[in-house]
């Protein structure tokens, strides 16, 4: 038992997961003691600081690919159909056929998990899970990126369906429009310096997942501090806080057991079925705080919003984690 927790901590440690997770508490907790210092409306705000450091992450993200890289996870076309329909159709299905049990279309909870559920895949920790399971590495790598390059166009088009009817105007062209300005064109730029700064980004991965943590963590403050200060929260109990955790863990099991047997039925590879299962079930919290400032700008609800991803994001690495040990063990005996 001491051993599989070393090895436990081992996978939260590589992934960087523990920390990171102490630091969005601790980012939280900052909001509610003082929510006014996130929703200033100067020229040089912590809301606009958010918008310059989103566009960076991206640039940096863009600088990290390389054509090679995409082409190398090509070969199993059904295991990349599999994980994308997994990620952008399975996920928002299943919110829909639990929706009438919320009641009215504009309740806040369902879009938010309604949110959640049209997010694309994680990169990094996704690409770890695989590794410790022993899984196809290069094919994790490849559908998470390209799970990530899709987001920016599905993610907008999911929310454009139900925010539209829910609050009578949604403007999808001009979200798009700014996705592509302040996401897309950084992560292409990117990708065309790839040859000449791509070695620089590679040196300095670890400092460059410091400042994406670190944009994170900032727009998931300013969000809080937003719905803090206009007191989103006083109606959420901590019975429905719980709730909402159980309903999230019952989300992860339901979707990566259907992945499972889909991969089964599809006959794929023990490697491949390893990439379906922590690529399709995964959400990235990096493309939710970071495309919320977008979909939901100006609205004092984004911590509300944000509040199922931040749950999901820290059970779906526990759960995966579990998961992915058992797995690397049972090919070991």
Partial sequence: MSSFSERLKGTFKESGVGGFLMAIMAAILLAWIKPSWGVSESDLSLEKLTGYGVSVIFFFY?????????????????MHIIVQLSTFV????????????????????????????????TVSSSVVMVSVAEGN???????????????????????????ESAHGEFDLSGIILKLVVQVLLPVVVGILLHSRLGAF??????RLKFFDQSVILLIIYVSFCQS?????????????????????????LSVISL?????????????????VLFCGSKKSLVH???????????SASTGMILLPLMLYHALQHILASIIAQRMASRLQK
């Fill in 259 to 275: 992945m499972n047997m889909i991969s089964k039925w599809f006959n794929l590879k023990r490697e491949n079925r390893i990439t």
């Fill in 201 to 206: 980004a590679e040196k300095n991965r670890s």
């Fill in 288 to 298: 939710g705080t970071v495309m919320s400032k977008v979909l939901f700008a100006q």
């Fill in 62 to 78: 863009g600088l990290t690919l390389s054509f090679q890289k995409l082409k190398a996870g090509l070969a199993d076309w059904r």
């Fill in 228 to 252: 803090f200060y206009h007191h989103v929260f006083d109606d959420v109990s901590i019975t429905e806080l719980l709730l909402l955790g159980a309903g999230m863990i019952a989300l992860f």
């Fill in 90 to 121: 399975l996920f928002p299905l299943l919110l829909i056929a639990i929706k009438p049990f919320f009641g009215d279309e504009s309740n806040l909870l369902w879009i938010s998990i309604f949110y959640l559920a049209s997010l694309p895949s």
């Fill in 137 to 163: 590495v290069p094919a994790a790598i490849f559908n998470a990126s390209i799970s990530s390059l899709l987001g920016i166009f599905i993610t907008p088009l999911w929310m454009g369906l139900f925010l």
